[in-house]
């Protein structure tokens, strides 16, 4: 059973997406499709992302610690997903769950990124120039927060990319593995 949900917050702080993408269930393979490449703007790696993603992760444990509810842990598979949608959005000048151009939302992501899960979900942020400040403005979110603080998610992707209309994208890809 596919459950989504979509939160958008707009103002000084920039945009806000909470998706809970999919249960493994409801993933369709869709990597057939072939995606034509878009370069509506370039989308930058910036230095310090790694440094950025990580801060994020501390966060967003710590959050998860004053409730008792474990780490989640770095991915590289979400991380690539993470990063590959940021681009998306960047390059295509959208911003949401669901890709406009295919239509896929974070489960069919996952499964075209060859990431087997029992579900994902997805937190997507843009305009925040700071990881302290993003992962507060999702922290003010109900949707945000339930994601945050799930504790079937063990693992997460964080990407940070620059470029597109709000200068700064935030990607969150949470996951319940299928191991």
Known sequence: MSLKQLAMMTGLTGLLAAGLGCD?????????????????APCITPEEADRMADEVLQLVNLERATIGVPPVETNATLEKIAGRYACRMVSDAFFGHQDPRTGHGPGERAVAGRYAFYSVGENLA??????????????????????ILDSKWTQVGIAVRTGGEYGIYWVQEFGDPAE
């Open 24 to 40: 493994a269930t409801a993933a369709r393979n869709d990597s057939a499709s072939a995606s034509r490449q878009i370069s509506a």
């Open 126 to 147: 843009a305009g925040q120039e700071s990881a302290a400040e993003a992962v507060k403005v999702w922290m003010e979110s109900p949707a945000h927060r339930r994601i």
